[in-house]
């Protein structure tokens, strides 16, 4: 039965974990180790260098609060990126950008009216 808990504490009460999911098994990581959480319905999928796992906890608003104080950025209504991943950006017609994320294997979307919060917050 998979864990409902998605941020914990170790015991010194410093390093935030991430729980995701792979068959049966439920993998902890630093909260540092997920490079992009993205939202397929009601799923979200925690995309780590060790691969990708589903999260313990579904619907990316849920998550969404939990992970910004981490370093994550909501850049779209379906994706959530650790900024310190982020290597470069790429300014689309329309004003869309899109995000190449180490290790992410593609881009990553993000959406006219996050676009200045997402730049903002890279320091571009």
């Not at 439920?26 to 490079?35: G, H, K, N, T, Y």
């Amino acid at each position: 039965m998979a864990s409902k808990t998605v941020l914990r504490e170790d015991a010194l009460g410093s390093t935030r974990r991430v729980v995701g999911i792979k068959g049966e098994r439920q993998v902890l990581f630093d909260i540092a180790e997920v490079i992009v959480a993205e939202a397929v319905g009601r799923t979200v999928w925690l995309r780590t260098d060790l691969g990708r796992f589903r999260c313990a906890i579904d619907g990316i608003d849920n998550i969404d609060d939990k992970y910004a104080e981490c370093g994550f950025v909501r850049v779209h209504r379906s994706y959530l990126v650790n900024l310190s991943r982020v290597r470069e950006v790429e300014r689309k017609d329309g004003g869309e950008l899109e995000l190449t994320v180490e290790n992410y294997g593609g881009v990553v979307p993000v959406s006219r009216r996050r676009a200045k919060f997402v730049t903002e917050s890279l320091g571009l």
